[in-house]
């Protein structure tokens, strides 16, 4: 039987496409936020994270949930050590699967796109009018000054964006800090909202300074607006997003803004979006669960 072990939102929405498509006689137990401190023993379990790898016992199957960035040796990143127990990863893509494959050549290794967006493939955006634009900020810190959030750099000018752009804006944030954010929205007059599906489902165009999403927006065929900080290296290179498949038009000065978003509406960045997209999401026809479930039963 395999157990799926998620403790936080972000990750449970990339497992739970794959437990659902489980077969009956081997899908076990679904160990949502009740997750504890306390090891979690199965026979396999099935995670996406470092975190819950640490709280799991025995053979373990891992879904990458990002999108093959890597800020060096640490095992929240692909390729990063001392997920050794790992026997399958499970990677949107080859840049995931590459690292991962020289770090643990022992285990085995599949390229099966994301499964949380199976949903989207073939989706077509119907147009705003006026356009939504979706603002958001990761909220990461993992030693390197790539991980930083930019928000500190564009505080003050959202404020003015907000109330002088011809658009219509919503706020997003990562789950993990989400109370700061829809805080932080409410202040400047953006409605807060924290489900990313949400943000699919309504927004033309896509503000962020570095996360996942940024690419699965762009593989739903909307632009992406990358927002940079000043303290972001670019004699440094970890890969996706720094600095390889940016998915669209850069930010370095929050006064290009909202010129950015309007340039991005009108299409600019679109062959730097299909470039980025092909790279880290190359497959987008709704098989990636269906490919999910197929490598685990290969190895077991």
């Known amino acids: ?49 470092w975190g819950d790898y640490k709280r799991v016992q025995g053979r373990v199957l891992f ?20 997920k050794d127990r790992v026997e399958l990863f499970l990677n949107a893509n080859h840049l995931s699967s590459a690292h991962n494959e020289r770090t643990y050549p022992k285990a085995k290794h599949a390229v099966i796109g994301a499964p949380k967006m199976d949903e989207w493939a073939g989706y077509r955006h119907v147009p ?12 990461r810190n993992n030693g390197v000054p790539e991980g930083k959030s930019a928000h500190p750099h564009y505080t003050k000018a959202l404020r003015e964006l907000v109330r002088n752009a011809p658009v219509r804006f919503i706020g997003h944030g990562h789950p993990r800090s989400w109370a700061k954010w829809s805080r932080f929205w409410k202040m400047i007059r953006v ?12 927004a033309d165009v896509y503000c962020v300074d570095a996360s996942s999403t940024a690419y699965e927006f762009a593989s739903t065929g909307r632009p992406v607006v990358s927002l940079n900080a000043p303290w972001y290296r670019r004699d440094v290179h970890h890969g996706v997003r720094f600095w ?4 669209g038009i850069q930010v ?23 470039e980025a997209v092909d790279a ?13 479930v197929k490598a685990i039963l290969e190895v077991l």
Request: net charge negative.
């Open 1 to 49: 039987m395999i157990d799926v072990a998620g403790r936080e939102s972000q990750f449970r929405e990339h497992l739970w496409p794959v437990y659902r498509a489980l077969p009956d006689e081997i899908r076990g137990r679904w160990h949502g936020g009740q997750l504890d401190r306390s090891p979690l023993r199965a026979e396999v379990t099935l995670v996406a994270s």
């Open 63 to 82: 879904l990458e949930h990002g999108v093959g960035t890597n800020y060096g040796d640490h095992p929240s990143f692909p390729g990063g050590s001392g």
């Open 128 to 139: 705003n009018d006026p356009p939504v634009v979706a603002l958001a900020f990761a909220e």
């Open 191 to 202: 409605e807060p909202v924290q489900d990313f599906r949400e943000v699919l489902q309504r």
């Open 244 to 247: 390889q498949y940016v998915p």
């Open 252 to 274: 370095d000065d929050p006064a290009h803004l909202p010129g950015a978003i309007m340039r991005a509406l009108a299409g600019e960045g679109e062959d730097l979006r299909r």
């Open 280 to 292: 880290v999401h190359p497959i987008r026809d709704g098989t990636a669960t269906k490919r999910a």
